[in-house]
């Protein structure tokens, strides 16, 4: 690993002063820097004084510079105020290096050993703040994939910001490319990786991979616990159990029942049973802070998989559309189906805007500020996908009109839904841009 010295000047765009080394990682070192020919304001991407700069030891390692540009690509996407700034870079020369935000608290990590556990709402700021840089990221098709204490940045107001892309991958990563070599081997970070990070047998990764590095976080960090030395605290669903560590008021008997629900259903060892996207849970806990509670499971799961064989069966025979007919008949696709009754609400603005509703049989009314402005009744259509895929605020209401059968998604099921079906993915976006350029105002549906 080579150490750059203290007054080293690196040229990109502008020129900066290396003033000493932070930290050091497998690839390279990140330094304090000043930057000396901005106008230190900070704005429109224009470094202020005071930067980090993170450098490859070698800038000839493939596998180092593929990490580099893959943080580099990442930063350039997912632009928000929970994730550090990005103001420059070079891949040229002896030193390629990445300029971005400079953070003088340090990392949760290391800030442990003087502030010790966080409290309540320390706790739920860190669950916010990392949620919101997630969402921000998911919405550009990226996982982190390495949520961990260490990669948690302090910006001194009390808040957090989560840093260090250098393993992200686009979402619905196949698990081929770890397998392959084409990204780093020691993906995550033991303790803080999701269980089917670590499963030889797990053939991808989405969304609720990332969201199980946010609950080990939080729970490291309410409790006072560094899970990546304390493996014995880590349990397994081999074992019988459903959440991959001990509920937090087992340990912490202060800890308020909503902060551990949300927190543990992030926990879940099934991937399949965590929540479908960072907006998701980051709408909850909104809804928490906001004073109105929230019910230990989305109104949206109630209708979903309840109906009875016979009834599902006679829809199955009632599609027209043989793509559709041959999904909806493959083993387990019956978790998905929902059946509403004339008069019901199917979906609304809230929680449920981040659930996407695919059309099988019947009609939709769709209702803006009590009015009815468009009737949905096309096999296959989607309903909410924008909303989903997005975060938009949903301002419409799904109604139905007689008896509707749905498919239910959330945002990481809708995901793996449209990749794994290109077939479907062309047609729920043509269907989308035929309804912008053609339709009736939805208003974010």
């Not at 609950?215 to 959440?243: H, P």
């Amino acid at each position: 690993m080579i150490a750059l010295d203290a007054g080293t000047v690196l040229t990109a765009r502008h020129r900066y002063r290396l003033v000493r080394r932070l930290g050091h990682g497998s690839f390279g070192s990140v330094y304090q820097a000043q930057c000396l020919d901005g106008d230190g304001s900070g704005r429109d991407d224009t470094p202020p004084r005071d930067v980090a700069i993170k450098v490859l030891g070698s800038a000839e390692h493939p596998e180092a510079m593929t990490t580099m540009k893959r943080e580099l690509a990442a930063l350039r996407r997912a632009r928000h105020s929970r994730i550090p700034t990005l103001y420059d870079w070079s891949l040229e020369g002896a030193f390629a290096f990445v300029v971005m935000a400079y953070y003088p608290a340090g990392s949760l990590a290391d800030a442990w050993p003087l502030v010790g556990r966080l409290d309540i709402d320390q706790t739920w700021r860190l669950v916010s703040d990392l949620l919101s840089a997630l969402a921000a990221a998911h919405q550009a098709s990226i996982l982190h994939l390495d949520v961990k204490p260490s990669n948690v940045l302090l910006d001194g107001h009390g808040g957090f910001a989560l840093t260090d892309f250098g393993v992200a991958h686009t979402s619905l990563m196949s698990k081929g490319l770890l397998l392959q070599g084409q990204i780093p081997i020691g993906l995550g970070t033991h303790g803080y990786r999701a269980p089917e990070q670590a499963d030889p047998n797990t053939r991808a990764f989405d969304l609720r991979t990332d969201l199980w590095g946010v609950g080990a976080t939080a729970w490291a960090a309410f409790t006072g616990i560094d899970l990546n030395q304390r493996k014995d605290v880590l349990r397994r669903s081999e074992d019988g159990c459903i959440y991959g560590l001990q509920c937090l008021s087992d340990v912490h008997l202060a800890c308020p029942p909503p902060l551990e629900e949300v927190v543990m259903g992030l926990l879940v060892l099934d991937p399949a049973r965590r929540p479908g996207g960072a907006a998701e849970v980051l709408s909850r806990v909104k809804a928490i802070a906001a004073g109105y509670g929230m019910d230990s499971q989305p109104a949206v799961a109630a209708n979903r998989g309840q109906a009875t064989q016979g009834e599902i069966q006679l829809m199955l025979d009632s599609l027209v559309d043989p793509l559709w007919a041959a999904i909806c008949r493959a083993p387990g696709f019956d978790r998905y189906f929902a059946k509403y009754e004339d008069g019901e609400v199917i979906a609304g603005p809230g929680d449920r805007s981040h659930h996407t509703h695919m059309l099988l049989s019947g009609r939709i009314q769709i209702e803006s500020k009590g009015t009815l402005v468009d009737v949905e009744k096309e096999e296959g259509a989607f309903l909410g996908a924008i909303c989903t895929l997005t975060g938009a605020e949903r301002r419409v209401v799904l109604r139905a009109d007689g008896t509707v059968w749905v498919c239910v998604f959330n945002e990481a099921e809708l995901e793996q839904f449209a990749t794994c079906n290109p077939s479907v993915a062309v047609r729920m976006l043509r269907g989308m841009a035929q309804r912008i350029a053609t339709g009736p105002k939805r208003h974010s549906d």
